[in-house]
């Protein structure tokens, strides 16, 4: 190989791995280094590698001496002389190498620490693909299911990740070529390489979603002040708005509902109750509780930020929720324990199920 089949070889490498030139010359470099120190048992080597001159030159670099101790390091004036007519003694004087003739060692060194750092470039490519979607959502494409646990390995870009079961949402039948919507929620590096965590049922993903469908969230007209999610079943969002001309519920929901029946699409049909945050706690979780009505709400005086709601009676089975899920996502959404009381103060069967529920809950904010 010549230089210039060298040097496009290396052009090859960067279009098809994404690894730079420059990143791969310096890798040849040190396998060099590696080879005429075994070889040699020297180390002080001159490399030069221009990719746009396509020049390629290894030089070995000795002291020039009149007696040589060391035969690794120093050459005799006279076999200096031959090399260059300046050489001096006690001065250095490049070795000219020829690559080829370094041999099977240095051949498999260059493989080896080339291949390494082919490894490595890549590593670094997925981290910093994985990093500059981090906390975004992205479009993947699922390459396979293991059909024992479920799990999606998806790709995006030159990334691979593993979307688990538990974070696909309800019961979608994600099939091998489907393109899917994935959250980044972390990046971790291992002895194995960076690994995205990644997510279709945090609720920041949902959170994302409306940044990407309503401008006005986007630009921080309206904002999204908290959020809880079951995924696959239900969310409720408190969301506010900045300017008093812009309806935030309305934003959000769009003409016709047409924004947020995109998010309710993308999510396989899960519910989203959007209400109003306010200040006012009671107002507050008295609209985390809708679609129920609220005749009251009291706050405890004791600073734990627990209260006791009082709907009417015919409301109570719609406050709590199937399961107690209304009441369980609106303490999650206003962080608040809510303890929910039919207007009659008689409770039956589903006392224990509401104080349970409720008790529960935590509150997911906007960091």
Request: aromatic residues 4%.
């Amino acid at each position: 190989m010549n230089n210039k089949e060298l040097f496009e070889a290396l052009a090859l490498l960067e279009k098809e791995k994404g690894i730079p030139v420059d990143y791969m010359i310096e890798q040849i470099k040190r396998a060099i280094v590696v080879a005429c120190k075994n070889l040699y048992g020297n180390e002080n080597i001159d490399i030069t590698m221009d990719a746009g001159k396509n020049t390629f030159s290894v030089k070995m670099i000795k002291t020039v001496v009149e007696e040589i101790e060391d035969e690794t390091s120093e050459i005799l004036l006279e076999d200096a002389k031959v090399i260059s007519k300046r050489a001096a003694v006690g001065k250095e004087i490049g070795i000219p190498l020829d690559p080829k003739k370094f041999g099977r060692i240095a051949v498999s060194a260059s493989k080896n620490v080339i291949h390494g750092g082919i490894r490595d470039g890549e590593k670094g490519q997925v981290l910093r693909e994985f990093q500059s979607k981090l906390k975004e959502i992205v479009t993947a494409t699922v390459e396979r299911i293991d059909p024992k646990t479920g799990n999606a390995t998806i790709r995006f870009g030159k990334a691979e990740a593993v979307l688990p079961v538990s974070e696909q949402v309800g019961e979608e039948n994600l099939k091998e070529g489907d393109s899917v919507k994935i959250y980044i929620v972390d990046v971790r590096v291992g002895d194995r390489g960076p690994k995205a965590i990644i997510s279709r049922t945090h609720p920041d993903f949902v959170r994302k979603m409306f940044e990407k469908e309503v401008p006005e969230i986007f630009d921080g007209i309206v904002e999204i002040k908290s959020i809880s999610r079951e995924a696959g079943s239900r969310t409720k969002m408190a969301v506010i708005s900045n300017d008093p001309a812009v309806d935030a519920v309305g934003a959000c929901i769009g003409n016709r509902g047409a924004r947020v029946g995109t998010i309710v699409e993308e999510l396989g049909g899960e519910k989203i109750d959007i209400i109003v945050y306010d200040e006012d706690p009671a107002k507050f979780i008295a609209a985390a509780l809708a679609p129920a009505s609220v005749v009251s709400v009291v706050v405890a005086e004791d600073g734990t930020k627990s209260c006791k709601v009082t709907v009417p009676d015919s409301q109570l089975s719609l406050a709590i929720g199937n399961k107690g899920q209304n009441a369980r996502l609106a303490a999650k959404l206003t962080g608040w324990k809510i303890d929910i009381r039919p207007e009659s103060g008689f409770y039956g069967e589903d006392e224990d199920e509401v104080a349970t529920e409720s008790d529960t809950a935590e509150v997911n904010e906007a960091e």
